[in-house]
Antibody, heavy 120, light 107 residues
């Protein structure tokens, strides 16, 4: 079965950097696009970024553009989110998730999330 | 960017009730509209994709309709496990925006 396990969350000071990882198993990782979606405490879902199955296309939410970078290593079945210049409003649970048949077909499988807290 | 407005933001209903949630996009998104359920402390779960296609394993009491700018999620007979928060999301163009959510509570 599809399994997505996020890691790398924690407490980080404003302005610092953090990299999240998402280990994928149970499906052909190199055949699927991947998303990052976040949820601030007590708030709704916010789409963050998407990467195509082969890494050829990457798109970002305006709120993270220029600060966050999505990437993947298909040889290691792993998705990454490099987060720079972190701000208090980046505090959230970060989920990795798979695209459907393509990335315009919704978000099919989700991990359980990793919490990032930006605080001094 | 495409804005997605969901209504109502919350509702109270009883087991067995029919419930509908609406989602409106700021421009036409054809049928690129998806619905998710999120229970407290859990990851979201895909219910409906492409406006009206039921995700595998999702009970048939859930249904989606609409195209263009106006969409609806219906639950035909609310069950105890359906009390949760529901989100719509447009996947027509990036950024793939979510609606603000609808919290379905027990009356």
């Amino acid at each position: 079965q599809v399994q997505l396990v996020e890691s790398g969350g924690g407490v980080v000071q404003p302005g610092r950097s953090l990299t999240l990882s998402c280990a994928a198993s149970g499906f052909i990782f190199s055949g699927y696009g991947m998303h990052w979606v976040r949820q601030a405490p007590g708030k709704g879902l916010e789409w963050v970024a998407v990467i195509w199955y082969d890494g050829s296309n990457k798109y970002y939410a305006d709120s993270v553009k220029g600060r966050f970078t999505i990437s993947r290593d298909n040889s290691k079945n792993t998705l990454f989110l490099q987060m720079n210049s972190l701000r208090a409003d980046d505090t959230a649970v970060y989920y990795c998730a798979t695209c459907g048949d393509d990335c315009y077909s919704g978000i099919e499988y989700w991990g359980q999330g990793t919490l990032v807290t930006v605080s001094s | 960017d495409i804005q997605v407005t969901q209504s109502p933001s919350s509702l109270s209903a009883s087991v067995g009730d029919r419930v509908t949630i609406t989602c409106r996009a700021s421009q036409s998104i054809n049928s690129y509209l998806n619905w998710f359920q999120q229970r407290p402390g859990k990851a979201p779960k895909l219910l409906i994709y492409a406006a009206s296609s039921l995700q595998s394993g999702v009970p048939s009491r859930f249904s989606g309709s609409g195209s263009g700018t106006d969409f609806t999620l219906a639950i035909s007979s609310l069950q105890p496990e359906d009390f949760a928060t529901y989100y719509c999301q447009q996947s027509y163009s990036t950024p793939f925006t979510f609606g603000g959510g609808t919290n379905v509570e027990i009356k």
